[in-house]
């Protein structure tokens, strides 16, 4: 089973600052990685596929990238309503598909 | 409006059953790949299982044995049977569709907004 690691576990930042979330996968994913936002009492939202592609609708403000084990997701200034917890989730190797274990983005 | 909405949750004791089922509106749940997914309480998302637009099934090894993906396509629906439940398995209970690449692998598209189970005495 792959393990994804996510760093920090919060990450403290200011509304239109940018906000850099990594991810690490055990072994190599290749660019089969997808990024989720989760707010209190909500369903998940897919945010980006393929390490680096926006799902439909998605701002332009959430940008993906790399590939093999080390990834990121960046918030280039951050709204008010981003604030929330991001989760990634490896679907390179399966069963089982596995998320690493979120970071918390809160407003400083 | 493309959505799925999951019922079923509540308070079961150890050892026991529980159904839950996912309605879907806005598409057709035979025509796709669609997953469960849970969450402990203050907890991340394990993938539970899944089920594939020809019928096959797939589950994680936690539940394997104990939980059992179906559909029934006159009602659109998705259900997940729980039997032997255990403490661990208290989670709120996600429905996903999944969208698969043209690898054979898939990530999820779209949720609802889960339903909560408590496996408690």
């Known amino acids: 089973e792959i393990v994804m690691t996510q760093s920090p576990a919060t990450l403290s930042v200011s509304p239109g600052e940018r906000a850099t979330l990594s991810c690490r996968a055990s072994q190599s994913v290749s660019s089969n990685l997808a990024w989720y936002q989760q707010k209190p009492g909500q369903a998940p939202r897919l945010l980006i596929y393929g390490a680096s592609t926006r799902a439909t609708g998605i701002p332009a403000r959430f940008s993906g990238s790399g590939s093999g084990t080390e990834f990121t997701l960046t918030i280039s200034s951050l709204q008010s309503e981003d604030f929330a917890v991001y989760y990634c989730?490896?679907?390179?190797?399966?069963?089982?598909?596995?998320f690493g274990q979120g970071t918390k983005l809160e407003i400083k | 409006e493309v959505q799925l909405v999951e019922t079923g949750g509540g308070l079961i004791q150890p050892g026991g059953s529980l159904r839950l089922s996912c309605a879907a509106s806005?598409?057709?749940?035979?025509?796709?790949?669609m997953s469960w997914v849970r969450q402990a309480p203050g907890k991340g998302l394990e993938w539970v299982s899944v089920i594939y637009s020809g019928g096959s099934t797939y589950y994680a090894d936690s539940v394997k044995g104990r939980f059992t993906i179906s559909r029934d396509n006159s009602k659109n629906t998705l259900y997940l049977q729980m039997n032997s439940l255990r403490a661990e398995d208290t989670a709120v209970y996600y429905c996903a569709r999944a969208l698969p690449t043209r690898y054979g692998n898939w990530y999820f598209d779209l949720w609802g907004r889960g339903t909560l189970v408590t496996v408690s005495s």
């Open positions: 806005g598409f057709t749940v035979s025509s796709n790949y």
């Open positions: 989730q490896q679907y390179n190797n399966w069963p089982p598909n596995t």
